[in-house]
Nanobody, 121 residues
């Protein structure tokens, strides 16, 4: 069984910082890409940032220059450092493991259950 678990959400004031972590565990051989997505109430889930196993990154325009995604391949962990947070960043943040290769030679797309980030004074 393969799981992806997020942590690090919480309440932060506008202009503040927060670091999210996501760990994938289970019968994993490799994960080609890991990413963060978010969904605010009444809105569709949207991409925040992704990173490949080779370190290539992609960011939504709304977070460029404020958020940084990084990855620890050895531990199948991805991080999202968020700075200069705005109220519009408030959402449930989800982690996804994409093209995750298992020991059963299957490729999976695995989502976490999400962690809530609230930016408010």
């Amino acid at each position: 069984q393969v799981r992806v678990v997020e942590s690090g959400g919480g309440l932060v004031q506008p202009g503040g910082s927060l670091r999210l972590s996501c760990a994938a565990s289970g019968s994993i051989v490799s994960i080609q890409a890991m990413g963060w997505y978010r969904q605010a109430p009444g809105k569709q889930r949207e991409l925040v940032a992704t990173i490949t196993s080779g370190g290539m990154t992609n960011y939504a325009d709304s977070v460029k220059g404020r958020f940084t995604i990084s990855r620890d391949n050895a531990n199948n962990t991805v991080y999202l450092q968020m700075s200069s947070l705005k109220p519009e960043d408030s959402a449930v943040y989800y982690c996804k493991g994409d093209k995750l290769l298992t020991t059963l030679h299957k490729y999976l797309e695995v989502w976490g259950r999400g962690t809530l980030v609230t930016v408010s004074s």
